[in-house]
């Protein structure tokens, strides 16, 4: 497992370190849902009704979403496809292994933008914004660090509550 990014850590530069903190929030969700029992994958163990394969598939469209449909400005075929009916959504065929895979495909798209670009450069106007003016790469990279750092907390309680690894 990638270690945690230590603010004492030497970096090259800024995008590094937000790659890194990628990485480590995005291997760390991979690590406890790979721990979890298959049946404890599509159970909700909290009233919101969530599941650890739904909030895994989530993260991959929420960085797709951020990165390559607001950032890049890609027409992205369902953006949304992580939601059915305005809920969270796995399909029965899909497989942990599938949504794992999907997610580090992800985050290897995501390393690639963002070494390719300067952190000041500001997002491809397009519906992503809803009619605001896009985002700076930079901003979008801190939202998708804060978005998985929170969702990691979400599912170590659920994993806590399932018998399973939890962080500290």
């Given amino acids: 497992m990638t270690s945690f990014p230590e603010p004492t850590n030497p970096a090259g530069s800024r995008a590094e370190v937000f790659l890194r903190y990628l990485d480590y929030f995005r ?28 909030l895994l598939k989530h993260l991959r469209h929420v960085e797709r979403r951020w990165i390559e449909w607001g950032f890049q400005g890609r027409d992205v075929a369902e953006p949304w496809g992580d939601r059915r009916a305005d809920r969270w959504y796995v399909a029965p065929d899909e497989t942990r292994a599938d949504l794992v895979a999907a997610l580090r495909e992800q985050g290897a798209h995501t390393t690639a933008v963002v070494t390719a670009h300067d952190l000041a450069e500001i997002g491809a106007p397009g519906p992503r914004w809803d009619g605001a003016d896009p985002a700076s790469l930079e901003r979008v990279l801190f939202h998708l660090v804060q978005e998985y750092a929170r969702h990691l907390g979400h599912l170590d309680v659920v994993a806590e509550l399932a018998g399973g690894p939890t962080g500290e």
């Fill in 27 to 54: 291997e760390s969700m991979v690590a406890r849902v790979s721990a979890l029992a298959e049946p404890e994958l599509r159970r909700s163990r909290l009233p919101s009704g969530w599941t650890p394969l739904e």
